[in-house]
């Protein structure tokens, strides 16, 4: 990397070791993937902090965009020739996010990072399934290093409305010992939604933890159908975040306590990351809609519960 890049990323607010910080990144690389775009920045401060499920709040300087864009982390490099960078994936469909969509290599782009909580590691050797939804993806191919780093099998189930909103499929296959792929039209893998191959590739490849990232209907599915297997669940929501530090309270989320109670968390601060049979679907907004295949005749069997208090 050239002296100017360093110097640059290393005007950083804030102590060594307090998370997160802000930083002034310049953008290495933008590329398109599929109907998405990705964008390298030069973060080593914040790549150093980051872990799977975490988020960048970046600024963006198109017209009427007074508040940052929220994007979760797709992935960091912390060693080799191309230590300190920072991936994050968009979907342009606004002003601020097409201004990114064609951004330029060397633009500094003013970046606050990490945020939010992350996707918690098991401490036992289970396996675990990975549930993506179009460029939601993305933050799961991050997790995807690290629990393999533990030891652990990761298969996942990826889906899209159609193959052009795929994320990554390649990078899908090397990261997983298996992976199904679902789209509503049928132009790629099975037709349908991910929760239409949930309970297969449960069975098959005898999961027994669920992270996911996604859309909200998407993610309420998964988790719901999660809570029938007995299985745990980690998802991280997409909520608009005005602020990103907690500050606005426009982000929140309805979670139920122990004690049944219901209480509303902020997605940026509490989250993104929440336990799935926490979330409060009820009282939120999303709803899930019906399955675009019949249910099962028979029910499938169930594994053992596990036990949450000792997995996490």
């Known amino acids: ?103 330029e290599p060397h633009t500094v782009l003013d970046v606050v990072g990490p945020l939010g909580s992350s996707f918690p590691i ?42 052009e909103r795929l994320f990554n499929a390649i990078e899908a296959k090397r990261s997983s010992a298996s992976v199904t792929f679902t789209t509503d039209d049928g132009s790629y893998g099975e037709r349908g939604r991910v929760t239409d191959v949930f309970d297969d590739v449960v069975a098959a490849c005898q999961s027994r933890v669920v992270y996911a990232c996604g859309p909200n209907p998407m993610l309420r599915a998964v988790s719901e159908k999660a809570a029938e297997a007995g299985i745990p669940s980690q998802v991280a929501v997409e909520e608009l975040m005005a602020c990103g530090v907690g500050v606005c309270w426009t982000c929140v989320f309805p979670m139920r306590a122990k004690d049944g109670s219901v209480r509303m968390k902020r997605s940026c601060i509490d989250g993104p990351v929440f336990n799935g049979a926490r979330i409060a679907w009820d009282e939120s907004r999303y709803e899930v809609g019906p399955p675009h295949t019949a249910p099962e005749e028979d029910e499938p069997s169930k594994p053992d519960p596990i036990d949450e208090d000792a997995l996490w």
């Open 122 to 163: 098991p401490k036992q050797k289970v396996h675990c399934l990975l549930i993506g939804g179009g460029y939601g993806v993305a933050p799961l191919f991050f997790l995807a290093d690290e629990l393999k780093r533990e030891g652990l099998r990761i298969d996942m189930i990826v889906g899209a409305a159609t193959q």
């Open 1 to 103: 990397m050239s002296t100017s890049l360093r110097a640059r990323d290393a005007q950083v607010w804030g102590r060594p070791g307090d998370t997160p910080v802000r930083a002034k990144c310049e953008v290495l690389q933008r590329k398109r993937e599929g109907t998405y775009t990705a964008i390298t920045i030069a973060a080593p401060d914040i790549a150093a902090r980051a872990k799977p499920g975490q988020f960048i709040n970046v600024a963006v300087e198109a017209p009427s965009t007074l508040l940052r864009r929220p994007f979760s982390i797709y992935r960091t490099s912390r060693a080799g020739p191309f230590a300190g960078t920072v991936d994050f994936v968009l979907d342009a469909h606004g002003p601020g996010t097409e201004w990114l969509s064609h951004i």
